[in-house]
C-alpha cells in the first residue's frame, strides 16, 4: 500500500489548532486548503476577504494564480460541511476557560453587507449595506457574535436572500427575514450552550416588535436600540415617539437632575465621561411594564441626536427580581407567509458559486478567524 502523503504543516502553533479539525475533512487537498485559508485569515494582509489576498497573490492580475484557485475550489466546489467545521469551532472556543462564554456576556445580533458586481452570484441583490451607508448591489449576512469586556468572537452565520430570488417574492413561503434568521440563530447560539447576560442588536432590529416578543416569550431579555422617532400608539396627550418619551422627563440641571440618574462611561481610550439615563414611558412600555424604554444621554437639556440613545430592553430595574438566566425553549420566528412583522431580509439553503473567481469567498460560513479576537 501506497503510504499517505504528509500534509504541510500550518505556521507555528497554527498546526495544532488546525489539527483539531483533520476528522472533518477527507482528502490532502482539503487538509491542505483548510491550513492554507487560516494562515490567510491570521497574517496582516489588506483585503483578506478575497481570495488573492488570501493566497497571497496580486490583485486582480493574481487570481488564475493556482494558489488561488486550489483556495477557490476548497471553499466553493469542495465536499466538507462547514456547518461540522463550525460547530467544532465552537466547541473548542466553549471548553477552553479562557474563551468560554459566561452569564454577563452579550449575544450581539447584527448583519454585514459586501458589495458585488452581477446578478449570478447566490443571494445577491440591491437592499442596503450597512457598511456603506447606503443602498447598493451585494449580499447580505446576517450574525450573531458573543462578546465581554475582554473579548468577542463570531457564533453563526447565514446569508439573507432577497424576495426576488423567490417565485412568489415576499410571500413565498421559504421567504425568511431579517429579524427571523436572527431568531434562527439566537436559537442556534442557545443550543450550542453559549450562555449570555441579554441579546442585543441595533434598530434594523430593535424597532420590530414580532422579533423582540418571540425572544420575550423564549426566555431570552434583550436590549435593543429605537430610533428616536419610531411611532408608537398612544393617547392624543401621551407621547408617541422615544424622542417625545424623553423630553417629558424632568430635568432642571445637574445638581437638580429630575428623572435622570448619573452613569460614569468608560471609553476604550480611558478617559470617562459622566452621562444620564432615564426610564421613560412610551404607550405601554414604562418601568412597570414588560418592555422598558432607556433613554442615555450625554445632556438630558438638549438630548443630541449622536450622543443619546433610546433603547427597548426587558431586563428589570436594579434591584427587581433577575430574570431566568436561560431560555425554557429555543426562539422560533413564524415563516414570513405568517408574519410579516419580523422585518425585511431572508435567507434560502445557501448555493455555491459555480464561477471561477477571485472575488469574496462563496461559502456561507463564518469565519474561523481565531480562536477569540481581543478588542483592539
Given at each position: 500500500m501506497t503510504a499517505r502523503v504528509p500534509c504541510p504543516p500550518a505556521p507555528g502553533p497554527l498546526e495544532g489548532y488546525a489539527?483539531?479539525?483533520?476528522?472533518?475533512?477527507?482528502?490532502?487537498?482539503?487538509?491542505?486548503?483548510?491550513?492554507?485559508?487560516?494562515?490567510?485569515?491570521?497574517?496582516?494582509?489588506?483585503?483578506?476577504?478575497?481570495?488573492?489576498?488570501?493566497?497571497?497573490?496580486?490583485?486582480?492580475?493574481?487570481?488564475?494564480?493556482?494558489a488561488v484557485q486550489r483556495l477557490q475550489f476548497f471553499l466553493s466546489e469542495s465536499t466538507w460541511q462547514f456547518e461540522q467545521v463550525n460547530a467544532r469551532r465552537l466547541e473548542l472556543l466553549l471548553a477552553d476557560p479562557a474563551t468560554a462564554p459566561h452569564g454577563q456576556g452579550v449575544l450581539v445580533i447584527d448583519d454585514s453587507g459586501d458589495r458585488k458586481d452581477g446578478t449570478a452570484t447566490a443571494h445577491v441583490g440591491r437592499q442596503w449595506l450597512g457598511r456603506y451607508g447606503k443602498t447598493d448591489n451585494g449580499v447580505v449576512?446576517?450574525?450573531?457574535?458573543?462578546?465581554?469586556?475582554?473579548?468577542?468572537?463570531?457564533?453563526?452565520?447565514?446569508?439573507?436572500?432577497?424576495?426576488?430570488?423567490?417565485?412568489?417574492?415576499?410571500?413565498?413561503?421559504?421567504?425568511?427575514?431579517?429579524?427571523?434568521?436572527?431568531?434562527?440563530?439566537?436559537?442556534?447560539?442557545?443550543?450550542?450552550?453559549?450562555?449570555?447576560?441579554?441579546?442585543?442588536?441595533?434598530?434594523?432590529?430593535?424597532?420590530?416588535?414580532?422579533?423582540?416578543?418571540?425572544?420575550?416569550?423564549a426566555g431570552l431579555p434583550f436590549v435593543m436600540a429605537l430610533k428616536p422617532r419610531r411611532g408608537t400608539w398612544a393617547y392624543r396627550d401621551e407621547a408617541h415617539t422615544p424622542v417625545d418619551a424623553a423630553r417629558a422627563l424632568t430635568w432642571t440641571d445637574p445638581e437638580h437632575p429630575g428623572d435622570w440618574t448619573p452613569v460614569v462611561r468608560t471609553f476604550r481610550d480611558g478617559h470617562t465621561e459622566t452621562w444620564w439615563a432615564a426610564d421613560a414611558r412610551l404607550g405601554a412600555w414604562g418601568p412597570d411594564g414588560f418592555t422598558r424604554l432607556v433613554v442615555a444621554t450625554a445632556d438630558p437639556a438638549a438630548l443630541p441626536d449622536k450622543a443619546t440613545w433610546y433603547l427597548a430592553t426587558d431586563l428589570p430595574r436594579p434591584g427587581s427580581p433577575a430574570p431566568p438566566t436561560?431560555?425554557?425553549?429555543?426562539?422560533?420566528?413564524?415563516?414570513?407567509?405568517?408574519?410579516?412583522?419580523?422585518?425585511?431580509?431572508?435567507?434560502?439553503a445557501t448555493s455555491r458559486s459555480r464561477t471561477n473567481s477571485a472575488g469574496p469567498t462563496s461559502r456561507s460560513a463564518p469565519t474561523p478567524r481565531s480562536a477569540a479576537t481581543r478588542p483592539s
Open positions: 489539527a483539531r479539525f483533520d476528522d472533518l475533512f477527507s482528502s490532502l487537498a482539503q487538509w491542505r486548503g483548510f491550513r492554507e485559508y487560516l494562515t490567510g485569515l491570521l497574517l496582516p494582509r489588506d483585503r483578506n476577504k478575497t481570495l488573492t489576498a488570501l493566497a497571497g497573490a496580486e490583485p486582480v492580475v493574481g487570481a488564475q494564480h493556482p449576512t446576517v450574525t450573531t457574535l458573543w462578546a465581554d469586556e475582554r473579548l468577542y468572537y463570531p457564533l453563526h452565520a447565514v446569508p439573507y436572500t432577497p424576495a426576488h430570488h423567490f417565485p412568489r417574492k415576499r410571500n413565498d413561503p421559504d421567504f425568511r427575514t431579517k429579524p427571523q434568521l436572527a431568531t434562527d440563530l439566537a436559537g442556534q447560539a442557545h443550543q450550542a450552550g453559549v450562555t449570555f447576560r441579554a441579546v442585543v442588536a441595533d434598530c434594523g432590529y430593535g424597532d420590530h416588535d414580532e422579533f423582540r416578543h418571540t425572544l420575550r416569550e436561560a431560555p425554557t425553549r429555543p426562539p422560533t420566528c413564524p415563516s414570513s407567509s405568517a408574519s410579516t412583522a419580523c422585518g425585511t431580509g431572508s435567507s434560502r
